[in-house]
């Protein structure tokens, strides 16, 4: 079965500096997705990025830029240049590419505190 | 394009007593999902639809909950009875199809006391 960790309960970052946030996964299979989600504290899961397991080359969103290690099981989240608004619980996801349902399998969140 | 919409927003019950969600995804999107997310915890899945269709509902407790999507648009979830336990936030999302990306809507905080 698979799993997501995020070893991080909790991160702060001063406002306009880079903060990155783990994620690890575990998989017997080779071909799935990844997802970052953002979920303020008004509960709305916002989706940030998403990294197909077969591209080799990091996604890139804005501010929001992925490190995915394949063979590590690792796909961490930078955020660059940090805005008060980026204050909010960020949740890893997978996803398999191949299995009948494609569930979602999330981890169990990093809290992003960002200092003024 | 409006998202998933979900009511009630906050729902306060006894132990024993019944509850029920509603969700209306985003239109034209065929996969429905149903989450429970407890505090301080990733959200998992408690049943996945297609169209009116049961995919996935491994992990719903099906001595307690129900969920049911009968025109393959709308969507409720029910509880009956409820326990301390389900105490947590539902959510639910749709997707236009299960390979494509989820989208989620505000969810249901349900406190049981």
């Known amino acids: 079965a698979q799993t997501v960790t995020q070893s991080q309960p909790e991160m702060s970052v001063q406002e306009a500096e880079t903060v990155t946030l783990s994620c690890t996964y575990d998989?017997?299979?080779?071909?799935?997705?990844l997802f970052w989600y953002k979920q303020p504290p008004s509960r709305q899961m916002i989706l940030v990025i998403r990294?197909?397991?077969?591209?080799?080359q990091n996604a890139t969103e804005n501010r929001f830029s992925v490190n995915f290690q394949k063979a590590a099981k690792s796909f961490s989240l930078k955020i660059s240049d940090s805005q008060l608004g980026d204050a909010a619980m960020y949740f890893c996801?997978?996803?398999?590419?191949?299995?009948?349902?494609?569930?979602?399998?999330f981890g169990t969140g990093t809290r992003l505190k960002v200092l003024a | 394009e409006a998202g998933v919409a979900q009511s009630p927003r906050y729902k306060i019950i006894e132990k024993r007593q019944s509850v029920a969600f509603w969700c209306n995804p985003i239109?034209?999107?065929?996969?429905l999902y149903w989450y429970q997310q407890i505090l301080g915890q990733g959200p998992k899945l408690l049943i996945q639809?297609?169209?009116?269709?049961?995919?996935?509902d491994s992990q719903l407790p099906k001595d307690r909950f129900s969920a049911e999507r009968l025109k393959g648009v709308d969507s409720t979830l029910k509880i009956q009875p409820a326990k301390l336990e389900d105490s947590a936030v539902y959510l639910c999302?749709?997707?236009?199809?299960?390979?494509?990306?989820?989208?989620f809507g505000p969810g249901t905080r349900l406190t049981v006391l």
């Open positions: 999302a749709s997707s236009f199809s299960p390979r494509d990306t989820q989208y």
């Open positions: 998989t017997s299979e080779s071909d799935y997705y």
């Open positions: 990294q197909e397991a077969y591209k080799q």
């Open positions: 996801a997978y996803r398999s590419a191949s299995s009948g349902t494609y569930k979602y399998i």
């Open positions: 239109s034209g999107h065929a996969t």
């Open positions: 639809f297609q169209n009116n269709g049961v995919v996935d």
